[in-house]
């Protein structure tokens, strides 16, 4: 194992971990914001995965929307959506170094996908899961710092004061074109 290769697998445990922690505090914002008891939130989303949690928070928005002073957890919430992509392949589809030493590493559904969708391809090196890992840690603290302000009426809640929510993770990914639809011809009988 060359030196990049070990730098990867640390940062790879890394995020694999720090990803873990995030989603334990989407967990708990889920439970506190529900309207469900404690129990009852906890056998309705025990089993849900991230993107499930991701999906009923912004649910949740529509039908109860956020103040304009939580608009930090609204912007968490879409950088966490584009770190769970690639989160997704990562461990689903694994990843590969370039067939380029200079470029990094590839992770894609190429090999499992289905033909009517499309193909994906991104790119994943130490460095892009340090920036992914670092802003997981704002996402974490996010929400972490508007759980603690849980006495406080949800309108009066201030996130994130003072976190800097400039992302250092930019989503690279390569769509390869879906495949041309098949016509079939039916005839009208």
């Known amino acids: 194992m060359n030196a990049a290769d070990?730098?990867?697998w640390r940062a790879l445990g890394k995020f694999v971990e720090i990803f873990a922690m995030t989603?334990?505090?989407l967990f708990t914002y889920v439970e506190e914001e529900s309207g469900m008891t404690r129990v009852t939130a906890r056998l309705v989303a025990?089993?849900?995965r991230t993107g499930n949690m991701l999906q009923f928070i912004t649910e949740?928005?529509?039908?109860?929307p956020l103040p304009a002073s939580q608009d930090a957890l609204r912007k968490s919430v879409d950088q966490l959506k584009h770190i769970l992509k690639l989160r997704n392949s990562i461990i689903h589809y694994r990843s590969r170094p370039d067939f380029d030493p200079e470029l990094p590493?590839?992770?894609s559904n190429v090999g499992r996908h289905v033909p009517t969708k499309q193909t994906m391809e991104y790119r994943v090196s130490a460095a892009?899961?340090?920036d992914?890992?670092?802003d997981r840690l704002t996402i974490w603290s996010c929400f972490t710092s508007y759980r603690m302000?849980?006495?406080a009426p949800r309108a009066e809640r201030e996130p994130a004061q003072g976190l800097d929510l400039t992302w250092r993770y930019k989503l690279l990914v390569n769509p390869r074109p879906k495949p041309p639809r098949q016509k079939t011809s039916r005839r009208k009988t």
């Not at 949740?60 to 109860?64: G, H, I, N, S, V």
């Open 23 to 25: 989603e334990a505090a």
């Open 132 to 134: 992914c890992v670092s």
């Open 149 to 151: 302000q849980r006495t």
């Open 60 to 64: 949740l928005w529509k039908a109860e």
């Open 105 to 107: 590493r590839i992770s």
């Open 46 to 48: 025990a089993s849900w």
């Open 6 to 8: 070990a730098e990867y």
């Open 128 to 130: 892009i899961l340090d």
